[in-house]
């Protein structure tokens, strides 16, 4: 198992930045694939970007593509969201997950160990 502990979230302007880190717990880190995902009130959780255990392959959904950016650094035990050119709609509560199988990132039911959340607000 894994624990995960997000930061960085905030309020921002339309068009600004944020880059979300996720602190995980765990001698298996490296072995997982992690993501992020969001939750929007009113709305069901959506997936928005994975990556493979390894950091070489990523998978964005079609809202934040070119826009977000997934990264890891396992020698940190620490996974990222850098999240460019914010709108509106990018507003929830973002949480880092992991999936046991460090091949399957790319939809939100691979991911069974996630995070408490940090909530990015994006104003208008």
């Given at each position: 198992?894994?624990?995960?502990?997000?930061?960085?979230?905030?309020?921002?302007?339309?068009?600004?930045s944020?880059?979300?880190?996720?602190?995980?717990?765990?001698?298996?880190f490296?072995?997982?694939?992690?993501?992020?995902?969001?939750?929007?009130?009113?709305?069901?959780?959506?997936?928005?970007?994975?990556?493979?255990?390894?950091?070489?392959?990523?998978?964005?959904?079609?809202?934040?593509?070119?826009?977000?950016?997934?990264?890891?650094?396992?020698?940190?035990?620490?996974?990222?969201?850098?999240?460019?050119?914010?709108?509106?709609?990018?507003?929830?509560?973002?949480?880092c997950?992991?999936?046991?199988f460090?091949?399957?990132?790319?939809?939100?039911?691979?991911?069974?160990?996630?995070?408490?959340?940090?909530?990015?607000?994006?104003?208008?």
């Amino acid at each position: 198992q894994v624990q995960l502990v997000e930061s960085g979230g905030g309020l921002v302007q339309t068009g600004g930045s944020l880059r979300l880190s996720c602190a995980a717990s765990g001698r298996t880190f490296s072995t997982y694939a992690m993501g992020w995902l969001r939750q929007a009130p009113g709305k069901e959780r959506e997936f928005v970007a994975g990556i493979n255990w390894s950091g070489t392959s990523t998978y964005y959904a079609d809202s934040v593509k070119g826009r977000f950016t997934i990264s890891r650094d396992n020698a940190k035990n620490t996974v990222y969201l850098q999240m460019n050119s914010l709108k509106p709609e990018d507003t929830a509560v973002y949480y880092c997950a992991a999936s046991q199988f460090g091949y399957l990132y790319t939809s939100v039911r691979h991911y069974a160990y996630w995070g408490q959340g940090t909530q990015v607000t994006v104003s208008t």
